[in-house]
C-alpha cells in the first residue's frame, strides 16, 4: 500500500494525465455507439406512440450527440487533473451550444414530416414549413445566446429590456409586413388554394402561380401577373374553382312576345331533349322553365350541373349549347326577343292624345 502511495506520490500528475487521456480516448473511440444507445432509449420514451418516428429523430441527433460525448470526454478528463470553475462553466456553455445544434437539426429534419402527418397531407407547402422551421430555429438561437450570456456572467435583464422595447418598435414599423406574412402562413396551412388553382375574387380572376409568405401571384386571364398581398387575400371571399366537382349552367333567353304557347313549349322541349341527351349534363339536374313576361320577352330559364371542371370545356360545351338552342328558336320559326318599345297613340276627336 506504502508502495503505490509512494508511486502515486512521485507520478501521480503522470497518472492523471493518462487516466483523462484514456477517458477522452474511449470516449471518442465510442462515441457512435454511447450516441446510438443514448438515442435509441430516449427515442423510445419519446416516441412510445409514433415508432415510424423514432429513425427520423435517431438519425437527426446522431451526429450532434456523438460530437456531445467527445466533449464530455475531454471534460472528464481536464476535470481529473484541472478542477476549475472556468472548465466547468466552459461545459456548460458548450453543452448549452450542442443542445441548440440538436434542436436546430431535430427541426430540419423532422419538421416536414411531422406537419405533413398532422395535416393530413404529406405535401405540406414548402414555404410555409420553411416559414416555421427558421422561426423556430431563430427561437432557439435566442434561447442559446441569453443562456451563454448568463453563463459568462452578464445582466442579462438589462438586454431583455432592451430587447422588448426595440421589438416593439420594429413591430410597429412593419406591421403590414408581419400582418402579410401572417396571413400568408394562414393560406398556407389552411389551404383554401394551391398553386395552379383558378381562383376569383371580387377584384381579380387567374391561375395561382406561386405563394409566398408576403404575397400570392396570379396570372390573369389577359396573361398579366398580378402580387396579390396576402393580407387582402385572408379578407376576401375566393372562389376556387379547382375545387369543383361540377359546374353550374343557369342563364335565360328572351323570345319574342309574338312567339305562340305551342312554338314556346316546342322550343322549351327541345332544348331539354338536348340536354338530357348530352354525356357531359346530369339529367336530374335539368331545369328547363317558361319563368316570366320581362318587359319586351317571354324568358325561357335554363339550368343544368354538369360534370364538367375544367375552364376550358366548360366555354366549349356554353358554345355548343349555345348554337344549339339558336338552330333550335330557328328552325321553330321565332326570334330572340331585343328591347323595344310600342307607342300606341290615341285618337279623340281627330286629335292625338
Given at each position: ?246 359546374r353550374l349552367v343557369e342563364f ?87 328591347p323595344t318599345q310600342s307607342i ?10
Amino acid at each position: 500500500m506504502e508502495a503505490i502511495n509512494e508511486i502515486f506520490a512521485a507520478y501521480g500528475t503522470y497518472i492523471n494525465i493518462a487516466i483523462g487521456a484514456a477517458v477522452f480516448i474511449l470516449f471518442t473511440m465510442f462515441r457512435n455507439k454511447l450516441a446510438s444507445l443514448l438515442l435509441g432509449i430516449t427515442g423510445k420514451i419519446i416516441f412510445a406512440k409514433y415508432p415510424q418516428r423514432r429513425q427520423g429523430y435517431k438519425n437527426s441527433l446522431m451526429h450532434p450527440v456523438a460530437i456531445y460525448f467527445i466533449v464530455l470526454g475531454l471534460f472528464l478528463g481536464i476535470i481529473i487533473n484541472y478542477n476549475h470553475t472556468i472548465i466547468r462553466d466552459t461545459f456548460k456553455i458548450v453543452s448549452v451550444l450542442i443542445t441548440c445544434w440538436c434542436i436546430i437539426s431535430f427541426i430540419s429534419e423532422n419538421l416536414v414530416d411531422y406537419l405533413g402527418t398532422k395535416s393530413g397531407d404529406p405535401k405540406v407547402n414548402g414555404i410555409a414549413v420553411k416559414f416555421v422551421s427558421n422561426l423556430l430555429k431563430a427561437l432557439t438561437v435566442c434561447i442559446a445566446i441569453v443562456m451563454v450570456i448568463s453563463e459568462l456572467g452578464y445582466n442579462i435583464n438589462g438586454l431583455l429590456t432592451g430587447l422588448g422595447v426595440g421589438g416593439l418598435a420594429v413591430s410597429l414599423a412593419a406591421q403590414d409586413s408581419l400582418k402579410s406574412m401572417i396571413s400568408g402562413f394562414v393560406i398556407m396551412f389552411d389551404k383554401p388554394f394551391d398553386v395552379g388553382d383558378f381562383i376569383e375574387t371580387s377584384d381579380f380572376s387567374g391561375t395561382v402561380e406561386d405563394i409566398t409568405m408576403r404575397s400570392t401571384r396570379v396570372r390573369k386571364l389577359d396573361d398579366t401577373v398580378i402580387a396579390v398581398p396576402n393580407t387582402k387575400l385572408a379578407e376576401s371571399l375566393i372562389t376556387n374553382y379547382a375545387k369543383l366537382t361540377k359546374r353550374l349552367v343557369e342563364f335565360k333567353i328572351g323570345l319574342l312576345y309574338s312567339t305562340s304557347a305551342d312554338v314556346l313549349k316546342e322550343c322549351k322541349k327541345e332544348i331539354y331533349e338536348f340536354l338530357a341527351g348530352h354525356e357531359k349534363v346530369e339529367s336530374e339536374t335539368i331545369r328547363v322553365r317558361f319563368c316570366e313576361y320581362e318587359e319586351s320577352a317571354l324568358n325561357l330559364q335554363i339550368r343544368c350541373y354538369i360534370a364538367i371542371t375544367d375552364l376550358e370545356e366548360y366555354y366549349a360545351f356554353v358554345e355548343e349549347l349555345n348554337f344549339a338552342i339558336k338552330e333550335i328558336i330557328e328552325n321553330n320559326d321565332t326570334d330572340f326577343a331585343y328591347p323595344t318599345q310600342s307607342i300606341h297613340i290615341e285618337y279623340t276627336n281627330g286629335e292625338a292624345k
